[in-house]
């Protein structure tokens, strides 16, 4: 029975063994080590690793951008109003709200005149909470959702005009 080959036959070769166990894995331990501490890859000219666009990536989906006192925001429409904010009451006449569409029951409220009614919507009026309950609601929003309302329940108001541009 002849023995296996083995690799290493002469003490040279010994030597040579034991020297590249000890420094192959201090190179391979030296490039890794580098690998993880190094900068990121860009390319030349880059801005995707900057700060702002690092930030711009990392930024939630969706901003809440909150209505400024003079209401900067495109205002809604008195139908868009009505459907988020008054709707809810107002088209069943849940908790007493008259309905609207019931020209009975906005009869004698209508003779209040459209400064008072806009005036009750505002700041709310025994049931009738302030702006519907949404506090973020521009005042002439509330008002054309109450021309919205009561032109359909006997009025014939006119839609407040728009506020004047304003130059950003
Ligand atoms: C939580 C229910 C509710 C919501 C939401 C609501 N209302 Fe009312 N509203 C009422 C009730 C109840 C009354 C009747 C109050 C009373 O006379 O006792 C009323 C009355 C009114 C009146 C008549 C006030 C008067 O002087 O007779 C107007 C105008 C009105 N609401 C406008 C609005 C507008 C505009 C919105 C949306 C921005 C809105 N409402 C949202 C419950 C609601």
Redesign the pocket.
């Known amino acids: 029975m002849s023995e296996p080959q083995a690799p290493i036959k002469t003490p040279r070769q010994l030597i040579t063994a034991v020297i590249l166990a000890f420094l192959v894995p201090v190179v391979v331990i030296a490039l890794l080590v580098n690998f993880v501490a190094s900068s990121p890859l860009k390319s030349p000219g880059s801005t995707a690793m900057t700060p702002e666009a690092i930030a711009e990536r990392l930024r939630p989906i969706g901003t809440v951008a909150l209505a400024e006192g003079g209401g900067s925001r495109a205002l809604l429409a008195g139908d868009a ?2 459907k ?7 088209d069943s006449g ?5 309905k609207v569409g019931d020209i009975a029951a ?1 009869a ?2 209508l003779k ?1 005149g459209y400064d ?3 005036k ?2 505002v700041e709310g ?5 302030p ?4 506090a973020d ?1 521009d005042p002439l ?2 008002a054309r ?2 021309v919205f ?2 032109n359909r329940s006997g009025a014939s108001f006119k839609e407040p005009p728009a506020p004047a541009a304003k130059n950003e």
């Open positions: 109003v009505y988020l904010a008054c709707g809810a009451c107002h849940a908790a007493g709200a008259p906005w004698s409220r209040q008072t009614l806009v009750h919507a009026f025994r049931g009738m909470p702006k519907g309950g949404n609601l929003e509330v959702a109450v309302m009561a």
